[in-house]
T-cell receptor, first 111, second 119 residues
Framework: RKEVEQDPGPFNVPEGATVAFNCTYSNSASQSFFWYRQDCRKEPKLLMSVYSSGNEDGRFTAQLNRASQYISLLIRDSKLSDSATYLCVVKRGSTLGRLYFGRGTQLTVWP | GAGVSQSPSNKVTEKGKDVELRCDPISGHTALYWYRQRLGQGLEFLIYFQGNSAPDKSGLPSDRFSAERTGESVSTLTIQRTQQEDSAVYLC?????????????????FGPGTRLTVT
C-alpha cells in the first residue's frame, strides 16, 4: 500500500468554481502534512502546511483528520492560474526527514 | 537569494553509461535530499544528507546509485551503467534545521531538476 494516496483527477472546473482534493496516508507515525503545487515541467513548491486545527490561506483551506488519516484541500473561487498538479505530502517527523509524496491531482481551470 | 540549483538541466545518455548529476543547495541549508520523478508518477525519495550524520540511503533503488556530499555544500548523484528505467527527472531539495521566531523552518526547497533520458 502506498504511503500517500490521492484522488487521481483530473479535475476540470470553470473559473470561480470551488474544488476539493482528498488524500489519505497510511502511516500513523506521520506528523507533518503539506500540500505542494507543481506546474508542468517545474519543481514542486510548497503551497501550505496543514495543521491539526485546519488552516486557511486566502482562497485555500486545508483540513486534517488524524483519526481517519485524511487530508483535504479546498480551493474557492478558482483562478486560471490555479491550474497545476497538487501534491499531498506527509513527513513522519516534525523536523527533518524525507517527504512522502502522493502522485498528485491535476487541476485545470478553464475560462 | 539564490535557490537550489542543479546541473545539467537535461542529460541524454546511452544505456550502460555512467552519469553524474550535481546539486548546489541554498547556502546555509544543512539538509539535502534527492528525489526522482518518473513520467506521470509521484516523487520517490532516494537519499538524504544532514550535516555530518550518516546519510539515509534507504531510497536508493539499486547499488548502481550512489551520492556524495561535501560538508554542507554540493552534492553529486551518480548512476552507473544506466538503464532505460532510470529515465526520470532527478530533483534535489535542501532545508534548514531549527526554528525561527517559533516557526518551523524545515521546509524543503526544490531545485529545477535534471531531466535524464537513457536511450
Amino acid at each position: 500500500r502506498k504511503e500517500v494516496e490521492q484522488d487521481p483527477g483530473p479535475f476540470n472546473v470553470p473559473e470561480g468554481a470551488t474544488v476539493a482534493f482528498n488524500c489519505t496516508y497510511s502511516n500513523s507515525a506521520s506528523q507533518s502534512f503539506f500540500w505542494y503545487r507543481q506546474d508542468c515541467r517545474k519543481e514542486p513548491k510548497l503551497l501550505m502546511s496543514v495543521y491539526s486545527s485546519g488552516n486557511e490561506d486566502g482562497r485555500f483551506t486545508a483540513q486534517l483528520n488524524r483519526a481517519s488519516q485524511y487530508i483535504s484541500l479546498l480551493i474557492r473561487d478558482s483562478k486560471l492560474s490555479d491550474s497545476a498538479t497538487y501534491l499531498c505530502v506527509v513527513k513522519r517527523g516534525s523536523t527533518l526527514g524525507r517527504l512522502y509524496f502522493g502522485r498528485g491531482t491535476q487541476l485545470t481551470v478553464w475560462p | 537569494g539564490a535557490g537550489v540549483s542543479q546541473s545539467p538541466s537535461n542529460k541524454v545518455t546511452e544505456k550502460g553509461k555512467d552519469v553524474e548529476l550535481r546539486c548546489d543547495p541554498i547556502s546555509g541549508h544543512t539538509a539535502l535530499y534527492w528525489y526522482r520523478q518518473r513520467l506521470g508518477q509521484g516523487l520517490e525519495f532516494l537519499i538524504y544528507f544532514q550535516g555530518n550524520s550518516a546519510p539515509d540511503k534507504s531510497g536508493l533503488p539499486s547499488d548502481r546509485f550512489s551520492a556524495e556530499r561535501t560538508g554542507e555544500s554540493v552534492s553529486t548523484l551518480t548512476i552507473q551503467r544506466t538503464q532505460q528505467e532510470d529515465s526520470a527527472v532527478y530533483l534535489c531539495a535542501s532545508s534548514l534545521a531549527g526554528t525561527s521566531g517559533g516557526l518551523s523552518i524545515y521546509e524543503q526547497y526544490f531545485g529545477p531538476g535534471t531531466r535524464l533520458t537513457v536511450t
